[in-house]
């Protein structure tokens, strides 16, 4: 369960019409699963949506509002607060990635430099960042592609080949780390594709990934020098996208990909 954020790093007004919504819920004394399963006419979602509409984490459709208001007899005061307060809200430059990532349903990545987090080893992880509160921490959040329940997102990444070479740590780590990339894609936990090395595509101005989240609000992580930057503006989230679009035109095919990591792996690891 993706923990809550802190007061002050949640939009108010996306927080005020959660607080409402979770009051007119216990007014009918309903769980969050009670709930999630009448919304959207019936079709249902998932209980972990509810808690995020809640706590202010995430913006729903008009139309979600919309059966709620009638599911929860409010009426059209659900709806009138939508208007007024999430219609047009926008989540914050600082809004907290570790609690996007456990809510989304797909993820996409460009890796121009290193190995994904999420499919990082311990000791690739540990080469990386030294402290062992940080690795555990970002071991720990790979559980977001081995879960049950929810199911897990799915995970599109475009790594660069630059990585598969970059000495991190130990020739033993680079084998074990590259071995555990061909593994990940055996078990379907991620569609990986090696993109070749090149110096003049976009895709170079730094690493990304575009969370796409229940209601199919996205969200976008970019990593900076000081600290990663959280996004939503439609502006932004649209360049990441053509950066996308522009770096998976140059990806070679799931398998070629896995027979380039294979023979790096050969070649230069063992």
Known sequence: MAPQRKRGTVSPTLLAFGRRF????EAKNWTQEAVARRANNGAGVKPQYIGAVENGRTRCTREFAETMDEALDANGDLLDLYDDLVKDAMFPTWFDWHTVEPEAIMLESWQPLLVHGLLQTPAYAS??????????ARINRQGVLTREEPPPPDFSLLQDEVSLHRLTGSPEIMREQLEHLLYAIEQGTVTL???PSRGEH???SGAFTIATLADR?????ADMGARGLTMSDPDDIAILNR?????????????QSMEMIRKVVHEKWT
Do not use: C, F, H
């Open 22 to 25: 979770r009051r007119l819920r």
């Open 127 to 136: 080469a990386i960042l030294k402290k062992k509160d940080r690795v555990e």
């Open 193 to 195: 594709q090696i993109v």
């Open 202 to 204: 976009e895709g170079n």
């Open 217 to 221: 609000i996205e969200i976008a992580y």
């Open 243 to 255: 950066t996308l679009m522009i770096v998976r035109s140059l990806a070679l095919p799931v398998d």
